[in-house]
């Protein structure tokens, strides 16, 4: 492409690991850094070891070694969004002007709205204990508008919180490392 040739592959992980570690480096001991990457769709976690080395020339040389990369393919930020859409969709469907109606997430336009308006949520939630969420003529001129507290969201993504650390262990595991091995 460039001109250059490619010796290696790396994914963003370890790219952003490398040069992470190279500025952070300390001279005299090997430093371990986790990143910790929650995506979309998948959450990823690499540990690296930065050390300085001198080499037969005498010369002090900066090195990074990947020492584990681990995986969770099936949990990403997405998953807390169908959390959310799974609360909207039940409020919805559970006003006295839809019952007895269909479900909302039958309607492809609505289901995207209401994702539309669960990275908004997210976001407020993030830094706020509560929030009123409305999503005007959300489906046959019905217009959704309650208030939604942050720990019943909390609640429900119960389940995902506790799958957040089993990358980082498996990775920490992976590294022969321990949580107080990371600096």
Same mark, same amino acid.
């Given at each position: +492409?460039? !001109?250059?040739?490619?010796?290696? +592959?790396?994914? @963003? ?7 992470? !570690?190279? @500025? ?30 001198? *080499? #037969? ?21 997405? #998953? ?12 919805? *469907? *559970? +006003?006295? @002007? ?14 995207? /709205? ?11 939630? $993030? ?21 939604? @507290?942050? =720990?019943?969201? #909390? ?6 919180? $506790? /799958? ?10 992976? =590294?022969?490392?321990?949580? $107080?091995?990371?600096?």
């Amino acid at each position: +492409m460039a !001109g250059l040739t490619v010796l290696q +592959m790396v994914h @963003e992980n370890v790219a952003a690991a490398t040069y992470f !570690g190279l @500025e952070r480096m300390d001279k005299d001991k090997p430093v371990h850094i986790m990143f910790y990457n929650m995506g979309g769709q998948d959450t990823e976690v690499a540990i690296a070891k930065y050390s300085a080395v001198t *080499n #037969e020339k005498k010369k002090t040389v900066e090195m990074v070694e990947i020492l584990a990369e681990t995986w969770d393919k099936t949990l990403g930020g997405g #998953e807390f969004d169908d959390v959310l859409v799974n609360i909207m969709a039940d409020e919805f *469907n *559970n +006003m006295k @002007e839809r019952k007895g109606k269909d479900d909302v997430r039958k309607n492809i336009r609505a289901v995207k /709205r209401l994702y539309k308006e669960a990275s908004k949520v997210k976001d407020t939630l $993030s830094a706020n204990k509560n929030m009123i969420i409305k999503v005007p003529e959300l489906l046959d001129y019905v217009t959704l508008k309650f208030t939604l @507290e942050r =720990a019943f969201y #909390e609640d429900k993504c119960e389940a995902l919180f $506790s /799958r957040v650390a089993g990358p980082a262990q498996q990775a920490l595991e992976k =590294a022969g490392l321990k949580a $107080s091995d990371i600096d």
